[in-house]
């Protein structure tokens, strides 16, 4: 008896000692952070409020019911780990109440009362002061801010370098998606139901759990700008990855497996053999961290909620972890409400533990129960916030993939009958089909290869199976018109990097090769590094364009034979595969096959390392780049400005009219052709409904785009052309009656931007009163 207590009491003090030490650790890592920021031109001011911000409205909340929802105590790395996603729950709460009481409550002021109304409680109280237990030691505390700080490294290198928190006086390229996700935001700070805030009144079944979240945490004006487009998204990045650090730990209940989990997130990329950055696949964690920002979020909750579920299914209940199993439920409807993709994947992983158990005969109410509530809230999910549409997605099998094979071979292309259609599929060869499928999906296996070494008489180990397989089913099965059937398999991908980073430790800890594994395990890092380096340099980057240099044109089936084009690009992934195959064969023949295998593992996740170096040394390529290269998603600083004055000085309710609805600039009265009508920004930054903008996103529009007969699917014309013309002749031709029409559909200001459809300044002057004036916005007040 005594040795049992005597253990943990020796831990503790063991990690007192070192306490020291592992702050430091967190301090210089929160500085690198800071100073990314701050050198990427985010103003110290707006900097320390968003940090206040997170802290007094997310964290102090979240810590504090964490601490009271679990019954024992935990580390403090994962009582803040988790403080992230349980005070998003808080934060939703204080959307949800201000937004029924009609009294908005900041975030900053609304996670301090939620706290100190849970610490009334006395035995809740004492939950949340007890003394913690001893957390991870020096080398894992260091292992995991290391994988931190090369993750804020390739966002600072890459996005954060590139996207200025405010607009300059001549504008500066935003990826409209991250605009459009503060339009949503905007409008859920005024309204307790979600429409389309760029077209008034329009229904909209959308994933918005993260917007109202967010709601009540971001402000308005060029500090809320910032906030929104650069220190959330980074933020929620880093959360994550910590996330992933403290579940992986205790699935595995080995220190390694933390900073296994971290490094597979942002030291090891997607396996590439190009220069490219993401070769012909995605690059998950270094793109989607801004370009998505539901994504994003949903991988914060829905590692939280894997990290929930499978403490739920695990058999051994001796072992404790650290999740607050309590919060099943909410975390289920947040994950969900987020992005219905995030329970795809765990619903298939639930089954599969019901299944084995089935066969085992095993006892099934914990895993029959994770199950029931995760299908059930899909489905209710499916039928209420997402009001049972498809927001565009349909069944298409292998459609995607199509559509990728004929990028990457324009000459085994043939038309289909329909080729005219936005939606339309080519014809592809076989040999195209499966090297295209191939040349994405084997990228990203190498972070993976944990999940292979996992145990099959663990349940949880068919979990992740189960998962990985629903995933890429999912986005083989449905097509979406902007590729988003990817997102099944992006939302499923850290829930899938917890598995792989729990088998390879699981692997390196009962691997029996003696005492040189780790020195076989640094030369495969390093080989697979230079291979993949050396194969860059040896084959064309963009295998097409070489085929089309040499063939004068892109080689159709006579002149090259589909498999040999198809073996030429997927070469450098083949010459790797072989070799590793070759290396293991030789191994098995000639003795010590394990210490071979450790670093055939090793040179695997090596070729991930490539892409990392891309991203660190700002790569021209890469996805954020290229998006701020396309100078129609310009915002200016005067629509910033615009924005600004309206949100503080038009009532919640206000709809704005608006001269400019397509990107680029509009000569004449005509709109361009194509209108792509992705224009988001005076809804983000007023924090308004307009009563018709940028409709691409709408419901209708996704769903509409199977059927529309032109190349872009984001270029159909607007639904309700009455309507639209009856805003724009208010501009055009400002008179008693055009103004009276405008009004009479429900808005109250005219925002003149003058890269929109020609303007009548001196006539509306005499019919509406002038309230803001730029060299290039104006507002004007309806009489």
Same mark, same amino acid.
Do not use: K
């Given at each position: 008896m005594t040795a049992t207590v005597s253990r943990p009491k020796r831990s503790a003090e063991r990690f007192d000692r /070192?306490?020291?030490?592992?702050?430091?650790?967190?301090?210089?890592?929160?500085?690198?952070?800071?100073?990314?920021?701050? *050198?990427?031109?985010?103003?110290?001011?707006?900097?320390?409020?968003?940090? #206040?911000?997170? !802290?007094?409205?997310?964290?102090?909340?979240?810590?504090?019911?964490?601490?009271?929802?679990?019954?024992?105590?935990?580390?403090?790395?994962?009582?803040?780990?988790?403080a992230a996603p349980t005070g998003s729950l808080v934060a939703f709460a204080a959307w949800a109440a201000g937004s029924v009481t009609s009294e908005p409550v900041p975030g900053v002021v609304a996670g301090p009362i939620a706290a100190a109304t849970l610490l009334v409680v006395p035995r809740w109280r004492r939950r949340v002061i007890r003394r913690a237990e001893g957390g991870w030691d020096p080398r894992?505390?260091?292992?995991?801010?290391?994988?931190?700080?090369?993750?804020?490294g390739w966002m600072t290198s890459d996005y954060l370098s590139v996207v200025p928190p405010v607009p300059s006086p001549g504008g500066d390229s935003y990826y409209p998606d991250a605009v459009f996700q503060l339009a949503v935001i905007g409008h859920l700070q @005024?309204?307790?139901?979600?429409? %389309?805030? =760029?077209?008034?009144?329009?229904?909209?079944? %959308?994933?918005?759990?993260? @917007?109202?979240?967010? &709601?009540?945490?971001?402000?308005?004006?060029?500090?809320?700008?910032?906030?929104?487009?650069?220190?959330?998204?980074?933020?929620?990045? =880093?959360?994550?990855?910590?996330?992933?650090?403290?579940?992986? @730990?205790?699935?595995?209940? /080995?220190?390694?497996?933390?900073?296994?989990?971290?490094?597979?997130?942002t030291v090891v990329g997607t396996s590439v053999v190009s220069t490219r950055p993401d070769g012909d696949s995605i690059a998950v964690f270094q793109t989607y961290w801004?370009? #998505?920002?539901?994504?994003?979020?949903g991988w914060l909750v829905t590692v939280a909620l894997a990290g929930i579920v499978l403490d739920l299914i695990r058999t051994d209940r001796v072992v404790r972890t650290s999740a607050p199993v309590v919060l099943l439920v909410p975390m289920t409807l947040l994950s969900v409400g987020t992005k219905p993709s995030n329970l795809v994947s765990l619903v298939a992983g639930a089954a599969a533990v019901v299944a084995i158990g089935l066969i085992r005969r095993s006892t099934l109410t914990r895993s029959a129960g994770v199950l029931a509530i995760l299908a059930g809230s899909l489905i209710i999910a499916r039928l209420t916030i997402y009001g049972g549409g498809d927001y565009g997605l349909r069944f298409d099998p292998l459609g995607g993939f199509v559509k990728r094979a004929a990028r990457l071979f324009p000459g085994l292309v043939e038309p289909a009958q329909d080729a005219?259609?936005?939606?339309?599929?080519?014809?592809?060869?076989?040999?195209?089909?499966?090297?295209? *499928?191939?040349?994405?999906?084997?990228? =990203?296996?190498?972070?993976?290869?944990?999940?292979?070494?996992?145990?099959?008489?663990?349940?949880?180990?068919?979990?992740?199976?189960?998962?990985?397989?629903?995933?890429?089913?999912?986005?083989?099965?449905?097509? @979406?018109?902007?590729e988003s059937e990817l997102f099944f398999l992006l939302s499923a991908y850290p829930v899938l990097i917890v598995g792989s980073a729990w088998g390879l430790a699981r692997w390196w800890d009962g691997s029996a090769v003696g005492q040189g594994r780790g020195l076989a395990m640094a030369i495969g890092l390093t080989a697979g590094a230079a291979t993949s380096i050396l194969l860059a340099s040896w084959f064309p980057?963009?295998?097409?364009?070489?085929?089309? &240099?040499?063939?004068?044109?892109?080689?159709?089936?006579?002149?090259m034979a589909p498999w040999l084009q198809?073996?030429?690009?997927?070469?450098?992934?083949?010459?790797?595969?072989?070799? #590793?195959?070759?290396?293991?064969?030789?191994? #098995?023949?000639?003795?010590?096959?394990? =210490?071979?295998?450790?670093?055939?593992?090793?040179?695997?996740?090596?070729?991930?390392?490539?892409?990392?170096?891309?991203?660190?040394?700002?790569?021209?390529?890469?996805?954020?780049? !290229?998006?701020?290269?396309?100078?129609?998603?310009?915002?200016?600083?005067d629509e910033l400005a615009a924005g600004t004055w309206l949100s503080s000085h038009t009532p919640p309710d206000a709809i704005l009219a608006t001269n400019r609805v397509c990107l680029g600039e509009q000569d004449g009265t005509a709109l361009p052709n194509p209108c792509v009508s992705k224009t988001f920004a005076l809804a983000a930054t007023a924090r308004r409904d307009l009563l018709v903008g940028g409709w691409a996103y709408a419901s209708r529009n996704l769903g509409t785009a199977w059927e529309a007969t032109g190349p872009i699917w984001a270029a159909q014309p607007f639904w309700d052309p009455g309507l639209l013309e009856t805003e724009l002749a208010a501009f055009r031709s400002p008179s008693p009656a055009t103004v009276a029409a405008v009004r009479a559909a429900g808005a109250g200001w005219m925002v003149m931007d003058r890269r929109g459809a020609p303007v009548d300044e001196v006539a509306l002057d005499q019919i509406a009163d002038r309230r803001f004036d730029t060299p290039t916005v104006v507002v004007w007040e309806l009489r």
């Open positions: /070192r306490l020291p030490v592992i702050g430091a650790i967190w301090i210089v890592t929160g500085l690198v952070v800071a100073s990314a920021l701050l *050198a990427t031109g985010t103003s110290p001011v707006v900097l320390a409020g968003w940090a #206040s911000t997170v !802290v007094l409205g997310v964290l102090l909340p979240g810590f504090v019911l964490v601490r009271i929802v679990r019954p024992t105590s935990a580390a403090l790395v994962s009582d803040l780990a988790w894992t505390t260091g292992g995991v801010c290391g994988a931190l700080v090369v993750a804020t @005024h309204s307790p139901v979600l429409t %389309y805030p =760029l077209v008034a009144g329009e229904p909209f079944s %959308y994933q918005w759990f993260t @917007h109202a979240v967010l &709601a009540p945490l971001v402000g308005t004006g060029p500090a809320g700008f910032d906030t929104m487009l650069r220190l959330v998204p980074a933020s929620v990045l =880093l959360a994550t990855v910590l996330l992933l650090a403290v579940v992986a @730990h205790d699935l595995a209940q /080995r220190p390694i497996a933390a900073v296994v989990a971290a490094a597979l997130a801004w370009a #998505s920002l539901t994504t994003s979020f005219a259609g936005t939606m339309s599929l080519p014809v592809v060869s076989t040999a195209a089909l499966i090297a295209g *499928a191939l040349m994405f999906l084997l990228p =990203l296996f190498p972070r993976l290869i944990g999940l292979v070494l996992l145990d099959r008489r663990d349940p949880r180990s068919w979990f992740f199976w189960a998962a990985s397989a629903a995933a890429l089913l999912a986005a083989s099965v449905f097509r @979406h018109p902007a980057t963009d295998p097409a364009a070489a085929r089309a &240099a040499e063939f004068g044109r892109q080689p159709n089936a006579v002149d198809a073996v030429q690009s997927m070469a450098p992934l083949l010459v790797i595969a072989v070799v #590793s195959v070759g290396i293991l064969l030789i191994a #098995s023949l000639v003795g010590r096959p394990r =210490l071979v295998t450790v670093g055939v593992i090793g040179g695997l996740l090596g070729t991930g390392l490539l892409s990392t170096a891309i991203y660190l040394a700002g790569s021209p390529d890469a996805a954020s780049r !290229v998006s701020v290269a396309d100078r129609r998603s310009v915002v200016t600083s």
